[in-house]
């Protein structure tokens, strides 16, 4: 008989207990998820019932009204904005947190560190404190209702902690590599681009799904600052709450549709999520 398999079911034991763990932490985080959907295609007689009625009849009623054919807003225009503002603030940080991020790893700065905590400080400051002076701001210059004004903010709003973990990705890049490349004649910017940026890959498409996430989920200075050209998604959902109360089958299918890209986004990017945050930049 062999000697380790005393020590080998107790492992396989714990592997299994752990896995169903997971499993059930999994299924308690997606239930209002599949919740939410199963209301969206609900009556809204049926799904205001208390109990819920889950057997009941099947419907588009509330994905038509969200969509304006029953005579209400049309959200496209704001979907756009959201798309607009969220992926082009998402690329502006990249290509900004990327050179920064390699001077304070690869090519530290002196003092480093303390660089590193001021960045992560500026998201210690309250949003809504700095609400006051960007909207009088955005007044005086004639930048109210502005998509462009959103997407200078998501970029200085997000840069910060792109910094902070892309500073830990780019650590783990061979300085060796870079050097080879030195040699060869490739200057910083063909360095970063065809050296730096492939390898580091997990970790920036990691930090570009944060930085969508927290852009396209914004809604106080989206709220403030926008009005009828510029309002994003979430703004548009926050016109379905009125004085007549709150209808929640067609606010369940908005809510899944505008989740519908952050879903997406993840999903497309899971692998390299994963990988990117197993680097050990979210910690």
């Keep these: 008989m062999s ?4 020590h080998v079911r107790p492992r396989r034991a714990r592997g299994t207990g752990l896995g169903l763990a997971a499993w059930a932490l999994g299924i308690v985080f997606f239930l209002p998820i599949a919740w939410m959907a199963l209301t969206s295609f609900h009556s809204e007689p049926d799904a205001a019932k208390n109990p819920p009625a889950l057997g009941a009849a099947l ?5 038509r009204e969200f969509f304006g054919t029953g005579g209400g807003a049309s959200p ?3 979907l756009v904005n959201s798309t ?3 992926t082009t603030s998402t690329l502006l940080v990249l290509l900004l947190a990327l050179p920064a991020a390699y001077a304070l790893s690869i090519r530290p700065v002196k003092k480093w560190t303390d660089v590193l905590f001021f960045f992560l400080s500026t998201k210690m400051l309250p949003v809504v404190a700095g609400l006051l002076p960007i909207y009088l701001f955005a007044k005086n210059t004639g930048t109210l209702d502005n998509i462009w004004l959103l997407v200078v903010l998501y970029t ?3 840069l910060p902690i792109a910094v902070w973990m892309m500073q830990s990705f780019l650590a783990e890049v061979p300085v060796a590599v870079i050097e080879a490349a030195q040699i060869d004649g ?3 910017p063909t360095v970063l681009a065809r050296v730096v940026a ?5 970790g920036i498409a990691a930090t570009a799904l944060i930085c969508f996430i927290f852009s396209w989920n914004e809604l106080l200075f989206a709220r403030a600052l926008t009005g009828v050209v510029a309002g994003t998604a979430p703004v548009f959902l926050t016109g379905f709450i009125t004085s007549q ?3 929640l089958a067609k606010v369940c299918a908005a809510s899944l549709v505008v989740s519908l890209p952050v879903l997406a986004a993840g999903f497309a990017a899971q692998d390299k999520l994963v990988q990117g945050l197993s680097l050990g930049a979210v910690k």
Excluded: C
Excluded at 198 to 202: E, G, K
């Design 3 to 6: 000697t380790t398999a005393p």
């Design 59 to 63: 419907t588009l009623d509330g994905y």
């Design 76 to 78: 496209w225009p704001a």
């Design 84 to 86: 607009v503002a969220s």
């Design 156 to 158: 200085s709003m997000n």
């Design 186 to 188: 490739a200057r910083l």
């Design 198 to 202: 492939p390898i580091a890959l997990p």
């Design 245 to 247: 109360g709150l209808f």
